[in-house]
Nanobody, 120 residues
Framework: QVQLVESGGGLVQPGGSLRLSCAASGSISSINTMGWYRQAPGKQRELVGQITRSGTTNYVDSVKGRFTISRDNAKNTVYLQMNSLKPEDTAVYYC??????????????WGQGTQVTVSS
């Protein structure tokens, strides 16, 4: 069984910073692309950014220059450093990863989500 567990969400003032973490656990053989999505109330879930196993990243335009994705392959963990946060960044943030377990080929997994609220 494979699961993704996020942590690090919370309430922050505009202009502040937060760091989200997402750890993959279980019978993991390898992890390919890992990423972060978010869903604000009344809106569709959108991609925030992704990172390949080799470290190549891509971001949605609205977070470029403010958010940074990184990963620790030894710990099966991906991070999202969020700086200069704005009220419009308020959303539930979800971790996503393509994981190959020891039992099967690559499958796509989601975390349970963590709330990020940017408000004064």
């Amino acid at each position: 069984q494979v699961q993704l567990v996020e942590s690090g969400g919370g309430l922050v003032q505009p202009g502040g910073s937060l760091r989200l973490s997402c750890a993959a656990s279980g019978s993991i053989s390898s992890i390919n692309t890992m990423g972060w999505y978010r869903q604000a109330p009344g809106k569709q879930r959108e991609l925030v950014g992704q990172i390949t196993r080799s470290g190549t990243t891509n971001y949605v335009d609205s977070v470029k220059g403010r958010f940074t994705i990184s990963r620790d392959n030894a710990k099966n963990t991906v991070y999202l450093q969020m700086n200069s946060l704005k009220p419009e960044d308020t959303a539930v943030y979800y971790c996503n990863a393509d994981i190959r377990s020891i039992w099967a080929g690559y499958q796509n997994y989601w975390g349970q989500g963590t709330q990020v609220t940017v408000s004064s």
